[in-house]
């Protein structure tokens, strides 16, 4: 099933928060972990997460910094500020609503 490209894009800002929540992490391996995350449901591109980052750093919410990797490369690690660690929970609180929301009207038995 492909996901509508707005949808996709509703949920990147969101998603890159979760998962810099757990450590600090860098483009590839935060393309990866969606990957993983989705079951190959999304599949971001550098294009599509670079300016998410970007404007996240822009915004105060996440830092960047060069290092070494194992590998002797250099990559630039990205990693939550204390405003986009308040910023992920204010995600997750307004996911879970709609989630929830979502939940009720496709199950009114449930609700």
Request: charge should be neutral; proline fraction near 4%; charged fraction near 25%.
């Amino acid at each position: 099933m492909k996901l509508e490209k707005e949808l996709v894009a509703a949920s990147s800002v969101p998603l890159v928060l979760s998962i810099l929540s757990e450590g600090e992490s860098y483009g590839y391996a935060l393309i990866q972990r969606v990957k993983d995350l989705s079951n190959g449901q999304l599949n971001w591109t550098e294009g599509m997460l670079y300016p998410v980052l970007h404007r996240l750093e822009n915004e105060g919410l996440i830092e960047a910094e060069w290092k070494e990797a194992e590998t002797g490369r250099r990559r630039k690690y990205y990693q939550l500020t204390r405003p986009g660690k308040k910023a992920a929970n204010f995600e997750r609180e307004q996911w879970i609503s709609v989630h929830q929301t979502l939940d009720a009207s496709w199950n009114p038995a449930t609700a």
